[in-house]
């Protein structure tokens, strides 16, 4: 399986971006995770075949991760972003022993 994502950028704060991951191939689990500088790398959100999901209590309310399954896409569409949301971003993909990662894109919250 790979992984392409984008839509990272620079963003003030109480603005919105929406992130995109491409899946060669549909995978039960997909997610959103972010690491920012000097932290460990933590979930964000998930999301499974069935569109069951699962958020972070930190973006509750804010971000919202879908899925297209004809299109082997996730998405992350993040509102009210605030300084403390910036980090790079990375795509998982994850079924069975299958657990990739994508590149990563960064997201950039001015204040």
């Known amino acids: 399986v790979q992984l392409q994502a984008c839509g990272g950028g620079l963003v003030q704060a109480g603005g919105s971006l929406r992130l995109s991951c491409v899946a060669s191939?549909?995978?039960?689990?997909m997610g959103w995770y972010r690491q920012a500088p000097g932290k460990q790398r933590e979930l964000v959100a998930r999301?499974?075949?069935?569109?069951?999901?699962n958020y972070a209590d930190s973006v509750k309310g804010r971000f919202t991760i879908s899925r297209d399954n004809a299109k082997n896409t996730v998405y992350l569409q993040m509102n009210s972003l605030k300084p403390e949301d910036t980090a790079v971003y990375y795509c998982?993909?994850?079924?069975?022993?299958?657990?990739?990662w994508g590149q990563g894109t960064l997201v950039t919250v001015s204040s």
């Open positions: 998982n993909a994850l079924q069975g022993p299958t657990n990739v």
């Open positions: 191939k549909n995978i039960f689990s």
């Open positions: 999301i499974t075949f069935a569109s069951s999901t």
